[in-house]
Protein backbone atom coordinates (compact mmCIF):
# COMPACT_ATOMS: atom_id res chain seq x y z
CA UNK A 1 0.00 0.00 0.00
CA UNK A 2 1.02 3.62 -0.59
CA UNK A 3 1.21 6.36 1.55
CA UNK A 4 -1.20 7.84 -0.71
CA UNK A 5 -3.55 5.14 0.11
CA UNK A 6 -3.49 5.71 3.56
CA UNK A 7 -3.96 8.92 3.67
CA UNK A 8 -7.53 8.09 1.46
CA UNK A 9 -8.65 5.49 4.10
CA UNK A 10 -7.64 8.36 6.70
CA UNK A 11 -9.70 11.45 4.92
CA UNK A 12 -12.63 9.45 4.37
CA UNK A 13 -13.53 8.70 8.28
CA UNK A 14 -15.47 11.81 9.56
CA UNK A 15 -14.24 14.82 10.69
CA UNK A 16 -10.65 13.97 9.53
CA UNK A 17 -8.40 16.42 8.93
CA UNK A 18 -4.83 16.60 7.92
CA UNK A 19 -2.76 15.88 4.92
CA UNK A 20 1.06 15.75 3.53
CA UNK A 21 3.48 18.73 4.14
CA UNK A 22 5.75 20.19 1.96
CA UNK A 23 8.21 17.82 3.41
CA UNK A 24 6.66 14.47 2.83
CA UNK A 25 5.24 13.97 6.42
CA UNK A 26 1.76 13.43 6.46
CA UNK A 27 -0.52 13.87 9.72
CA UNK A 28 -4.43 13.28 10.51
CA UNK A 29 -6.08 14.32 12.89
CA UNK A 30 -10.01 14.36 14.76
CA UNK A 31 -11.47 17.09 16.87
CA UNK A 32 -7.67 18.01 17.35
CA UNK A 33 -6.39 15.30 18.54
CA UNK A 34 -3.94 12.86 16.27
CA UNK A 35 -4.81 9.25 15.09
CA UNK A 36 -2.36 8.88 12.36
CA UNK A 37 1.09 10.44 11.28
CA UNK A 38 4.39 9.83 9.38
CA UNK A 39 6.98 8.26 11.41
CA UNK A 40 10.36 9.60 12.03
CA UNK A 41 13.52 7.45 13.31
CA UNK A 42 16.63 8.78 14.72
CA UNK A 43 19.32 7.07 12.88
CA UNK A 44 21.96 7.10 16.13
CA UNK A 45 21.61 8.50 18.93
CA UNK A 46 20.99 12.20 19.75
CA UNK A 47 20.98 12.07 16.01
CA UNK A 48 17.70 14.18 14.24
CA UNK A 49 14.72 12.06 13.32
CA UNK A 50 14.57 11.50 9.58
CA UNK A 51 11.30 10.32 8.09
CA UNK A 52 11.27 7.08 6.76
CA UNK A 53 8.90 6.41 4.05
CA UNK A 54 6.24 3.60 4.04
CA UNK A 55 5.28 3.40 7.67
CA UNK A 56 3.09 5.20 9.48
CA UNK A 57 2.75 5.65 13.15
CA UNK A 58 -1.19 4.97 14.47
CA UNK A 59 -2.52 5.58 17.25
CA UNK A 60 -4.52 2.07 19.28
CA UNK A 61 -4.93 1.07 23.04
CA UNK A 62 -1.59 -0.23 24.62
CA UNK A 63 -2.99 -4.08 24.56
CA UNK A 64 -4.31 -3.88 20.70
CA UNK A 65 -0.49 -2.85 20.22
CA UNK A 66 0.59 -5.64 22.14
CA UNK A 67 -1.15 -8.00 20.27
CA UNK A 68 -0.79 -6.65 17.26
CA UNK A 69 2.87 -6.59 17.58
CA UNK A 70 2.92 -10.13 18.49
CA UNK A 71 0.78 -11.37 16.19
CA UNK A 72 2.15 -9.98 12.38
CA UNK A 73 5.39 -8.77 13.36
CA UNK A 74 5.89 -8.57 9.62
CA UNK A 75 3.31 -5.68 9.82
CA UNK A 76 3.66 -3.68 12.99
CA UNK A 77 6.47 -2.59 14.64
CA UNK A 78 7.68 -0.61 17.17
CA UNK A 79 11.12 1.48 18.42
CA UNK A 80 11.88 3.19 21.42
CA UNK A 81 10.74 6.39 21.29
CA UNK A 82 7.02 4.28 20.77
CA UNK A 83 7.65 1.74 23.36
CA UNK A 84 5.50 3.24 25.84
CA UNK A 85 3.03 4.75 23.59
CA UNK A 86 -0.45 4.18 22.60
CA UNK A 87 0.84 3.76 18.81
CA UNK A 88 2.16 0.73 16.58
CA UNK A 89 3.96 1.53 13.55
CA UNK A 90 2.38 0.24 10.33
CA UNK A 91 4.46 -1.25 7.67
CA UNK A 92 2.31 -0.08 4.66
CA UNK A 93 4.00 -2.52 1.75
CA UNK A 94 3.07 -5.34 4.24
CA UNK A 95 -0.72 -4.48 5.14
CA UNK A 96 -3.49 -5.27 3.32
CA UNK A 97 -6.36 -1.80 2.60
CA UNK A 98 -9.25 -3.21 4.77
CA UNK A 99 -6.67 -4.03 7.82
CA UNK A 100 -5.34 -1.14 7.90
CA UNK A 101 -8.67 1.03 7.48
CA UNK A 102 -9.84 -1.07 10.35
CA UNK A 103 -6.69 -0.16 12.23
CA UNK A 104 -7.59 3.56 11.40
CA UNK A 105 -11.32 3.15 12.26
CA UNK A 106 -9.98 2.42 15.77
CA UNK A 107 -7.84 4.98 16.44
CA UNK A 108 -10.22 7.41 15.31
CA UNK A 109 -12.84 6.10 17.88
CA UNK A 110 -9.87 6.18 20.56
CA UNK A 111 -9.19 9.66 19.99
CA UNK A 112 -12.53 11.87 18.62
CA UNK A 113 -14.14 13.60 20.94
CA UNK A 114 -17.61 12.21 22.33
CA UNK A 115 -19.44 14.94 19.65
CA UNK A 116 -18.32 13.77 16.97
CA UNK A 117 -19.07 10.40 17.69
CA UNK A 118 -22.45 11.15 18.37
CA UNK A 119 -22.62 12.75 15.26
CA UNK A 120 -21.24 9.87 13.52
CA UNK A 121 -22.52 6.82 15.52
CA UNK A 122 -22.04 4.43 12.32
CA UNK A 123 -18.16 4.32 12.90
Not at 9 to 24: D, R
Not at 58 to 84: G, I, Q, S, W
Request: with cysteine; net charge positive.
Amino acid sequence: MEMESAAKLALALPEVGGGTAETGQVGFEVGGKALAWSYLARPAPKAARVLVPGVLAVRCAKEMKALLLEAAPDRFFTDDHYRNYPAVLVRLSAIEADELEGLLRGAWKTVAPTAVKKRHPHV
